[in-house]
């Protein structure tokens, strides 16, 4: 493309431009005006139309919708620009220079731009920011100037009111203002006539009087001017005189002598003291006559309560059997039962016989039928057919258990307890196995109830006890065992009784000195037992092969069950409803606290929870009109609480005086 110039425009050649000429100077604008008109009639060099042609088609190629697109149409300038730089070899560096000089230009705003993007950005945002502002000030500006206008027109209305009434009284106190002048100016002429008249019957009566005195000299002696003028001033004597008694009679009517005052108030004391004592004593008998009516319902409750037990026992009493017939039945001999008998009652060594013929009748079965898929019938005991008797002792069954609560505590994502039953069931002996062992374990634990850990697992496998009661037990026990530990520095296994009773009243503060005393005697104290005398604690705590426990822990198990019914008793006499009225969470969270006012928030949750059968997290606030929507009938709400694990939290709170 260099090789081709042409001398466009012709008399370009024969041109010079004058050393000192400004290119936009009068006369340079002449000399130009010249050469355009002569180069009219001339046409463009090749090369000039090359480039421009290259210019036009570069421009068509380019891509003009982008946001790079001022520095893509800047690109085919360049490239002309150079084209033109590299065929003008003698202007190259001065046209180099003038590139470079702008690309210099270019790239520093370049830069410029890039740094002010984020800046432009920012106050993009803070522009919308502030629009919002603007719009949510001038949308409450609105808002408020509406109200100001609203309460403008009240105010003007409550002004045009206020400025009737006063017109009105105005113009009611201008009337009575007229009248009170009318009444004054009636009023003042009467006064003014009435001294008028007094003053003529005054001077009536003195002229009589000196007229009288005048026509009987004789008889006072005197000068008749002088006894008038003396006259004249024991009158006024007079009226001064009955005017200071009125005064005194007026401020002193009321009062009366020092004296009588402070008899009257040492008496008055004196009757306040007597008063006071009085009361003091009233008090005291009220307080000891409300205690004995306490103490007498108490007694008659107490009464009646013994009465009826008294007509059941005669109802229902038959002769003593003689136990000691069971000897020869019972394997093992009398020793065996003996040793079974020891320490129970009547009904107990029933339960105990029972659990002894059913024991013979279950090792006779070989197979146990199936009961089915009923919705009545537990999920792992569902099955048709029969199932194999595994006829494990009593030892394995309760060892069997005792593993599957280990198991159960270790349990991270807690399952429903039936489930959890079967399953461990299957990992320990294989799903064809599993059925089997369900059957034959829960024909077990169903007959032995005397045996403590075959019935819990029972009330908690039937859902007739939650399983924390059962975890709160043993926690609880094994609470007590460290107790003694630390207090045992020695680590001999050994306590003195007054330690042993210190640890049980520090461990159980609620338990009333009767149950730390059954304690103490269920752990081997005895009235004859001074406080010195040395406890093997640990052995309070072992268990035998079949898993039953010391007396000691079971008189826990049995304290435990009597305050929790005594606990549940209150609280079904503290609702005072019958079993089939309706009970509300707010009526149950007021008895609650009425009876155990230590419950904390969680606690009481917890078993408000647990008696309506609602997650805590969906229990109504108090206070919230949704508590009346959830309604529960009285014996469902006892019924559920019973199972779950409940007790108090506080002291007992005295009880209420008797209105």
Excluded at 440 to 455: A, D, G, P, Q
Excluded at 578 to 594: D, F, I, S
Excluded at 621 to 630: A, L
Aim: aromatic share 8%; hydrophobic share 35%; with cysteine.
């Amino acid at each position: 493309m260099g090789g081709h110039l042409s001398p466009w425009p012709m008399y370009a050649s024969g041109q010079t431009i004058l050393p000192n000429r400004k290119p936009c100077s009068e006369d340079y604008r002449k000399r130009a005006g010249s050469w355009q008109q002569q180069s009219l009639g001339i046409a463009k060099p090749r090369y000039l139309e090359q480039l421009e042609n290259y210019l036009r088609k570069e421009l068509l190629l380019l891509d003009l919708g982008t946001d790079s697109a001022q520095e893509l149409r800047l690109q085919p300038y360049r490239e002309i620009f150079e084209f033109f730089i590299e065929d003008f070899k003698t202007y190259k560096p001065l046209l180099s220079s003038i590139k470079n000089a702008y690309e210099v230009m270019l790239a520093h705003q370049r830069e410029k731009i890039r740094a002010l993007e984020p800046l432009k950005a920012k106050l993009v945002t803070v522009n919308e920011d502030c629009n919002e502002r603007i719009l949510a000030m001038r949308a409450e500006e609105r808002y408020e100037i509406s109200m100001l206008k609203k309460e403008k027109m009240n105010l003007l209305k409550l002004i045009d009111k206020k400025n009737e009434e006063k017109v009105s009284l105005q113009s009611e106190v201008t009337k009575l203002r007229k009248n009170l002048a009318e009444e004054y100016l009636h009023y003042l002429s009467e006064r003014d006539a009435r001294k008028i008249l007094l003053a003529d019957l005054n001077e009536l009566r003195y002229q009589r009087e000196d007229m009288s005195l005048a026509q009987s000299p004789g008889i006072w002696g005197e000068d008749p001017m002088k006894l008038t003028l003396a006259l004249k001033m024991t009158r006024q004597d007079l009226t001064r005189t009955q005017m200071e008694l009125n005064t005194m009679k007026a401020n002193f009517g009321d009062v009366v002598p020092r004296r009588d005052f402070e008899m009257q108030e040492k008496t008055n004391k004196d009757l306040q003291e007597q008063l006071d004592s009085l009361r003091a004593d009233y008090e005291e008998v009220r307080k000891e006559h409300e205690i004995l009516l306490q103490l007498h319902m108490s007694t008659l409750k107490e009464r009646d309560q013994f009465y009826a037990e008294l007509q059941e026992i005669q109802r229902t009493s038959t002769p003593r059997p003689d136990w000691t017939k069971c000897e020869d039945v019972v394997a093992g001999g009398p020793e065996r039962w003996q040793m079974l008998a020891e320490g129970k009652n009547s009904d107990q060594l029933v339960d105990v016989l029972l659990e002894e013929i059913g024991e013979g009748l279950l090792r006779e079965k070989d197979f146990f039928p199936g009961l089915g898929y009923g919705e009545a019938i537990p999920p792992f005991l569902r099955f048709d057919g029969t199932v194999e008797n595994k006829k494990p002792t009593k030892k394995e069954v309760v060892n069997l258990l005792k593993d599957a609560w280990k198991e159960r505590l270790s349990e991270e994502q807690k399952e429903r307890f039936s489930d959890f039953f079967f399953n461990f069931l299957e990992r320990r002996f294989g799903p064809t196995d599993a059925m089997a062992w369900a059957y034959t374990i829960f024909e077990n634990i169903k007959l032995f109830h005397s045996n403590e850990v075959m019935s819990q697992f029972y009330a908690v496998l039937m859902g007739k006890m939650k399983e924390s009661v059962y975890i709160n037990q043993k926690e609880t026990v094994a609470q007590l065992l460290k107790e003694m530990t630390s207090v045992d520095s020695q680590n001999e296994g050994l306590l003195s009784m007054e330690q042993f009773g210190t640890i049980l009243k520090s461990t159980f503060p609620l338990k009333k000195e009767e149950q730390i005393q059954e304690l103490m005697e269920a752990g081997g104290w005895h009235p004859n037992s001074s406080s010195a005398d040395l406890l093997s604690y640990r052995s309070l705590f072992m268990e035998d092969d079949e898993g039953q426990s010391e007396p000691f822990v079971q008189k826990l198990w049995e304290q435990y069950v009597d305050e929790k019914e005594a606990y549940l008793q209150e609280l079904k006499q503290e609702l005072g409803q019958e079993l089939y009225n309706e009970v509300t969470p707010r009526k149950l969270r007021e008895a609650l606290m009425n009876i155990d006012p230590s419950l904390d928030n969680k606690t009481l949750n917890t078993y408000i929870s647990q008696a309506f059968q609602v997650p805590v997290t969906d229990l109504p606030e108090e206070g919230d009109e949704k508590e009346e929507d959830i309604k529960t009938w009285l014996q469902t709400v006892m019924e559920r609480l019973q199972v779950a694990d409940i007790r108090r939290v506080g002291p007992q709170g005295e009880p209420e005086p008797a209105s």
